[in-house]
Nanobody
Framework: QVELVESGGGSVQAGGSLRLSCVAT??????????QGWFRQAPGKEREGVAT???????NYADSVKGRFTISRDNAKNITYLQMNSLKPEDTGMYYC??????????????????WGQGTQVTVSS
């Protein structure tokens, strides 16, 4: 089993920055090499992929966040980060960390990931 816990959300003004963290805890000896991603959902909207990182460290970003967000991973500590700079009001939403222990790609699609955190709220005001 894989447990994911997000943190780092908050309220900021447009142009500000936040860094989200996702701590992964693996409770068995199965495949521990995780594909991971960050997704977000705003009220009334579908959950959308924000950024992903595959088993080899390759990353993928939604067009709306390219150049502003960076996903990274500390493999030794099992922590995945999402550095968010130049935040915009449209970035507001609940941000979820996702992981899968068998997926080989980095697609921005929620169905690829089996494990999910509880979410952390990000609010960006004008």
């Amino acid at each position: 089993q894989v447990e994911l816990v997000e943190s780092g959300g908050g309220s900021v003004q447009a142009g500000g920055s936040l860094r989200l963290s996702c701590v992964a805890t693996i409770s068995d000896n199965k495949n521990r090499n995780l594909a991971q991603g960050w997704f977000r959902q705003a009220p009334g909207k579908e959950r959308e992929g924000v950024a992903t990182i595959d088993r080899g460290g390759q990353t993928n970003y939604a067009d709306s966040v390219k150049g502003r967000f960076t996903i990274s991973r500390d493999n030794a500590k099992n922590i995945t980060y999402l550095q968010m700079n130049s935040l915009k009001p449209e970035d507001t939403g609940m941000y979820y960390c996702a992981a899968d222990r068998y997926y080989s790609g980095f697609a921005l699609r929620a169905a690829a990931y089996a494990y999910w955190g509880q979410g952390t709220q990000v609010t960006v005001s004008s």
